[in-house]
């Protein structure tokens, strides 16, 4: 069986940015066992670009490299990643607004369930908070006045 360098294998992604994504995902299927891999005292820079808050500053990451076995099991994984990550990134989140409520691009019932869900939860959070201050402020004080001494 012919072996191969991860680093090799990430120039095969179709989109470079998502370089760090696959070498996540890798070490995840390795360390499930769906493929054997092993370190190799090399390291590589990852083809992604990241950028740096409030400066047009692009920099890269490197990463230990791995070798692994290139296998039917491991081409077939590769391929379903590949396809994965080659898909746009997932849709923005839309912002709640009555124009959203009015476009159906958002389910008002399910929203309104969410929040309400969400205030109880804040709410019994807040009474049982309050339930222990007042329990532990009860001991204090029978405490103070068992402790303190006559003359």
């Known amino acids: 069986m012919p072996y191969r360098k991860l680093s090799e294998q990430i120039r095969e992604l179709d989109n470079p940015q998502r370089s760090d994504t696959f070498v996540k995902l890798f070490r995840n299927a390795v360390r499930e066992g769906e493929f054997d891999a092993a370190y190799i005292p090399e390291r590589f820079e990852l083809p992604k670009q ?86 532990s402020a009860r001991g204090r004080t029978k405490a103070a006045k068992t402790t303190t001494r006559r003359k």
């Open 50 to 135: 990241y950028s740096r808050r409030g400066s047009e500053e692009k920099y890269a990451r490197d990463a230990k490299d791995m070798v692994f076995e290139v296998t039917p099991k491991f081409e077939k994984w590769f391929e379903s990643i590949r396809k994965d990550l080659g898909n746009a990134r997932r849709a923005a989140r839309v912002k709640p607004s009555i124009d959203a409520f009015e476009r159906g691009e958002l389910d008002f019932k399910a929203l309104a369930e969410e929040t309400r869900r969400k205030m109880d939860a804040s709410f019994k959070k807040g009474q049982n908070l309050g339930q222990s201050r007042a329990a």
